[in-house]
């Protein structure tokens, strides 16, 4: 089969999204399926299609005038229009027209890795090409946690939660890595249970459980009596940071036998800075930015710890618990589901500095129950987190996806677009003094290639706008 992995973030991107894309184009590529991935460039400059030819698209010359164009449409319509909104619409039509000039009809599945994206390919895709979807984490909530002014009734989350619906429900089914997840979905957003399918994320196991003897760069000379308290994330606020960072402030109260390492990078590196040198961490704890050798940190660490106050399966609880050492996590999110409190792990209370460091102390003060948890962790690892476990389930749902098409199930041929189509038929609003001679060229191409009936702004969005300010 050929098959396009899409996200709307940039990839690579530090997190679990960039792992499971990876994993995942690995191990459908060994059994013979063609993979491409199409995301955002790092530099959020152009998309990038990645398979056995690059292809890059220019981001500036869709966004531009589309932005114009949604600016001037909302803003007429509702002076007092959130701009994040109208960024974001723009975002989401310029990632609609870049997907569009794909060849979106020589894929045999669409697997889409975000809300953004699911939405975004079920507007301009072929309807005879399916498309599902791995959703990785709660997509509003994540918002408002970095958005405090966001929570709910307000339009900003009205507006994310009809994304997220409208992500869901656009895919033919939609794979979920935690039980957690998968309930708020159903109780929260309301979407069918039948739509929803629990699938645990898998890596590799013998990357983790084989010691490496790669001459990579050491953590730094240490005194063998310090523990090595390791904390891989990024540095951002659903992480949870600052609790981690109090408990340790506790910590160095009891003992100084110890070390912290950050390991990732992000928009709080600053604020985390300066909270350590207010708490006097400065000798305790060290930020060591994004690296690529995570499975080296986690072998020369003696407990890892991951403190956030919303996290759906992180990968990094996985490869701690596959290179046996202990993990403390939080209650929140999937976290509890892949942890056994005192068995498996240990299971602090989110948002609970004191949690978090009673749970600290009670390894450090006991040697052998680090060594236990870890034993225990690392035979739980390997029964549980396999990729083959994973690759069965996903396997068995991309053929029963394509059994669907070939009996003529939920799917149709396409119409083809209208020959008049032109960019007013598209978008509807837009003034002609927006576009000039060049902007028209591109456009010429990209219109050509949107599904009959599509048009910018999306209605359903204009509608929920209405209705949210009247």
């Known amino acids: ?74 803003t007429n319509l ?15 039509y310029s990632f609609e027209a870049a997907c569009s000039s794909l060849k979106l009809d020589e894929y045999h599945i669409i697997h889409v890795q975000d809300v953004i994206s699911s939405a975004a390919l079920s507007r301009v895709k072929p309807q005879h090409v399916p498309l599902i979807s791995t959703i990785h984490g709660w ?53 069918p249970p039948a739509q929803l399918i629990h699938v645990p994320y898998g890596i590799k196991t013998d990357r983790y459980t084989t010691k490496t003897n790669d001459t990579l760069e050491p953590l730094e000379p240490l005194s063998p009596e310090l523990k090595i308290i390791s904390c891989v994330a990024r540095l951002v606020p659903v992480k949870g940071h600052k609790y981690l960072m109090e408990a340790l402030s506790l910590l160095k109260n009891d003992r100084n036998d110890w070390i912290c390492y950050f390991v990732g990078d992000g928009t709080l ?84 500095s004191e949690s978090i460091y009673s749970n600290i102390k009670l390894l450090m003060d006991n040697e052998e129950l680090r060594i236990k948890i870890g034993n225990a962790g690392q035979k739980w690892a390997l029964d549980t987190w396999s990729v083959d476990n994973m690759l069965i389930l996903v396997n068995s749902i991309y053929k029963q996806i394509t059994l669907n098409k070939r009996e003529g199930g939920f799917m149709k041929a396409n119409k083809s677009p209208d020959n008049d189509s032109s960019i007013k038929s598209v978008y509807p609003y837009s003034n002609e003094s927006l576009f000039n001679d060049k902007d028209l060229e591109i456009w010429k191409e990209i219109i050509p290639h949107l599904p009959n009936g599509y048009t910018v702004p999306d209605p359903n969005i204009v509608k929920l706008i209405q209705k949210s300010n009247s």
Request: with cysteine.
């Open 1 to 74: 089969m050929k098959i396009l992995l899409c996200t709307f973030w940039t990839f690579p991107h530090t997190g679990g999204i960039n792992t499971y894309i990876h994993i995942l184009k690995s191990e459908l590529e060994k059994t013979g399926n063609e993979v491409d991935i199409f995301a955002h460039h790092p530099s959020f400059e152009y998309y990038y299609l990645l398979g056995k030819q690059e292809l890059r698209i220019d981001k500036a010359p869709l966004y531009k005038q589309i932005y114009t164009y949604i600016q001037s449409y909302y």
């Open 78 to 92: 509702f002076p007092q229009m959130n701009p994040w909104i109208i960024e974001m619409e723009a975002e989401k």
């Open 139 to 191: 997509f509003t909530n994540e918002y408002y946690l970095d958005h405090p002014d966001s929570g709910k009734g307000t339009l900003p989350w009205i507006y994310n939660q009809f994304i997220e619906y409208s992500g869901l429900t656009s895919s033919q089914l939609t794979l979920l890595p935690s039980k957690w997840l998968r309930d708020i979905y159903l109780n929260d957003v309301k979407i």
């Open 269 to 352: 590196r600053e604020e985390l800075e300066l909270l350590s040198k207010n708490l006097g961490l400065e000798k305790h704890l060290k930020f060591v930015g994004a690296r690529t050798d995570v499975q080296y940190w986690l072998q020369q660490s003696d407990i890892i710890v991951l403190s956030s106050i919303q996290d759906n399966q992180p990968f990094v609880v996985m490869e701690a618990q596959m290179s046996g050492k202990p993990v403390i996590v939080t209650d929140a999110g999937g976290m509890p589901e892949m942890v056994e409190h005192e068995k498996t792990g240990l299971i602090a209370k989110k948002a609970s």
